[in-house]
């Protein structure tokens, strides 16, 4: 899954190399060129929803299931293990939505709401006993 995430989702570095006329710069913040590991992990916006959900982020380019199974031994042996996991993905998915979010209809989430809706998503899945 993890790995499909990383290849798959059409990153402005990715459309870039394949129609060179668009731009590879990361369009929330327009400072550093945006790779997958930028979009959900790096980009101010993306970070500080990981700083407020308390959860390690990733602070270099590294294949996303690799930060996968680090998150997994960081989270390892702590409390709440499950739920910790499930806002991770939530909150991934969600910094990606905000992303799409401000392309295609020009509105900016704030980490805070990106945070909130991750928690909500996470507390409405079925608890696996
Ligand atoms: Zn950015």
């Known amino acids: 899954m993890w790995k499909a995430l990383h290849e798959g989702l059409p990153v402005k570095v990715k459309l870039h190399s394949r ?12 400072e550093q060129e945006e790779t997958v590991v930028h979009c959900l992990w790096m980009c101010p ?3 500080e929803a990981w ?13 996303t299931w690799k930060w996968w ?5 960081s989270i390892a042996g702590g409390s709440n ?15 990606w939505k905000a992303r799409n979010e401000l392309i295609f209809e020009q ?3 704030t980490p805070w709401i ?9 507390s409405e899945r079925p608890r696996k006993c």
């Open 19 to 30: 129609i060179p006329s668009i731009s590879p710069i990361c369009p929330r913040c327009n």
């Open 45 to 47: 916006d993306s970070k």
């Open 51 to 63: 700083r407020l959900a308390g959860l390690p982020s990733l602070t270099r380019e590294v294949e």
């Open 69 to 73: 199974l680090e998150f997994q031994n």
């Open 81 to 95: 293990t499950v739920e910790k996991q499930e806002l991770a993905v939530n909150l991934t998915w969600q910094n």
């Open 107 to 109: 509105r900016r989430k």
């Open 114 to 122: 990106c945070l909130e809706e991750a928690r909500r998503t996470a």
